[in-house]
């Protein structure tokens, strides 16, 4: 019989459980696995702090066309984060400000709004870059918000440096040195992960808190968005308790067609990804970043609805 790396594993540690017993096995395989890289993810145990679902909206998912109104209809539905885009952020600043004055909303992550890319070939746009997401972390600063996403490079940007290992060295450097000056102003920047469709560098979760860890800063920090992960995650649990520590901030959509949660009904189930959430014990936000086939209002009530009954059910 030839003896593949598969088969060879599953002699041995079928082996091992019925040497031991099944219940010494358990606690041998529990007792290997580290906790720092993850904390501490036994249920109800470890997270230092207990889970909470804080849902957030990007400005463009509210229902309303001002500002007040779409900030009045998230009030109303416990929606408690707020998510607005980062190209022309510093001008407004002191609009968002004023407007979040006596709520119970804070500003959650800053979605991109950077121009270039930072594995460009080019120098002047790799620069571009880093000067106009320096202009953003400032105003995210300002604002409290929790970091500003930021992907590494999008499949049409080109010309792009190799998926190689001296790239992965540029990006840690590169991402010190913007992580080092989000921290200086309260925030972080936040790695995104995205499918393949629309990037080839960064597609998992694991990916991005690996080089989180790497870097080494406070200042970086990765996400998961539960669209992208449909299509390159095996488990939504396990993509989030990999990034542990690192997990900065969640984006959520329906699993199908990236609409409102719940408009691809069985599709939009959550629960999974929730319990890795409360593993970890994320205290972040959940944000939409969804579009929408029907009623904006109706479905955005539903949607909310939907996450918080999912989330119990974790």
Request: hydrophobic share 40%.
């Amino acid at each position: 019989m030839t003896l593949n790396r598969r088969n060879f594993l599953r002699t041995s540690l079928s082996g091992a459980a019925i040497t031991l017993g099944a219940p010494a096995f358990a606690a041998c395989v529990s007792k290997a696995a580290p906790d720092e890289s993850a904390g501490n993810i036994k249920k109800g145990q470890g997270a230092k702090n207990k889970a909470v679902l804080n849902i957030s909206f990007q400005e463009g998912v509210a229902p309303g066309k001002t500002l007040k109104e779409k900030l009045d209809f998230m009030e109303k539905n416990g929606v408690v984060g707020f998510e607005p885009g980062g190209n022309g952020l510093g001008a407004r600043v002191s609009e968002i400000k004023n407007a979040l004055k006596g709520r119970n909303i804070k500003v959650s992550a800053i979605c991109a709004g950077f121009k270039g890319f930072i594995l460009s070939t080019d120098p002047a746009i790799r620069k571009q870059c880093m000067d106009t997401m320096k202009e953003i972390i400032t105003a995210a600063g300002e604002l409290g918000s929790v970091g500003v996403i930021i992907v590494p490079a999008f499949n049409a940007q080109v010309p792009v440096m190799p998926h190689t290992m001296e790239t992965r060295n540029f990006l840690c450097e590169q991402f010190n040195e913007m992580g080092t000056f989000a921290a200086e102003h309260g925030t972080s920047v936040i790695f995104e992960p995205l499918n393949r469709k629309e990037c080839f560098y960064m597609r998992q979760v694991a990916d991005a808190a690996s080089v989180c860890r790497d870097i080494n800063n406070p200042g970086v920090r990765c996400m998961g968005d539960f669209w992208h992960m449909t299509w390159e995650e095996t488990s939504d649990m396990g993509a989030f308790i990999s990034a542990g520590k690192y997990l900065q901030h969640v984006h959520i959509a329906s699993r199908k067609r990236r609409s409102m949660p719940g408009e691809d009904g069985v599709a939009d189930n959550y629960v999974e990804g929730f319990k890795g959430l409360k593993m970890i014990g994320y205290q972040k936000f959940v944000s939409f970043e969804c579009g929408c086939q029907g009623d904006r209002e109706t479905l955005a009530v539903a949607a909310v609805k939907l996450l918080r009954k999912q989330w119990e059910e974790a």
